[in-house]
């Protein structure tokens, strides 16, 4: 099957790192991104990966390993603010998306 | 203002109602998509369309239909609404030319329907 999977809820505390994953069945793989959506709000951009490796933005940083179809959004310095779902989707001609990892950042 | 608007942005209906969402556009981007999310589902694709005389079908089409007004307006209609449309609409942009030449979709607030 064509299939993205990722937690369903993560726990973490405010100033420590979180690691959230994705993996990814594809028959035809063109780019990976993360977007971060807050509760009742649109997802907004984060990052894209479409060649393996380590992509890093500010806090936020994601890899990608299209061999083992399989990424992961890491987020260090975690804020109150970060506390939102996020959401891995996979470009294959269209854009299918994971159900979503939601994050509480607890103080 | 606003990139990606959506109108209206809350709906309550019935059964067997016609239901237009709206949503426009001043990105200038050609590429605009309709989703809908339900909770532990994600976002789901229903249509899509590349420029203003192409429109393409999504992953759940059935019991929708699109119209492509014009670059900057894209709605999706439902034909008779049935209470497991019951979700959050998005409306997506992108431009394949843009940042980076990713094609990433920037999304509208988005309408939560609900049937009863």
């Known amino acids: 099957g064509q299939n993205i999977d990722q937690p369903t809820e993560m726990t973490a505390t405010e100033g420590a790192i979180v690691q959230i994953n994705c993996t990814y069945q594809?028959?035809?793989?063109?780019?990976l991104f993360w977007y971060q959506q807050h509760a009742g709000e649109a997802p907004t951009f984060l990052s894209y990966?479409?060649?393996?490796g380590l992509e890093e933005k500010g806090r936020f940083s994601s890899f990608l390993s299209r061999s083992k179809g399989y990424s992961y959004l890491l987020l260090k310095e975690l804020q109150m603010k970060d506390s939102a779902s996020y959401l891995c989707?996979?470009?294959?001609?269209?854009?299918?998306f994971g159900a979503g990892t939601r994050l509480t950042v607890k103080p | 203002d606003a990139d990606v608007t959506q109108t209206p942005r809350n709906r309550i209906t019935k059964t067997g109602k016609r239901i237009m969402l709206e949503c426009s556009q001043t990105k200038g981007h050609d590429r605009m998509y309709w989703y809908r999310q339900d909770p532990g589902l994600g976002l789901r694709l229903i249509y899509y369309s590349f420029d203003v005389k192409d429109i393409n079908k999504g992953e759940i089409s059935d019991g929708y239909s699109v119209s492509r007004q014009a670059q900057a307006k894209f709605s999706l209609s439902l034909e008779s609404a049935i209470p497991n449309q019951t979700a959050l609409y998005f409306c997506?942009?992108?431009?394949?030319?843009?940042?980076?030449?990713?094609?990433?979709?920037?999304f509208g607030p988005g309408t939560r329907l609900t049937v009863l």
């Open positions: 997506a942009t992108s431009d394949p030319r843009g940042f980076l030449s990713t094609d990433t979709q920037y």
């Open positions: 594809t028959s035809g793989f063109n780019g």
């Open positions: 989707a996979v470009r294959d001609g269209g854009m299918r």
């Open positions: 990966n479409v060649l393996d």
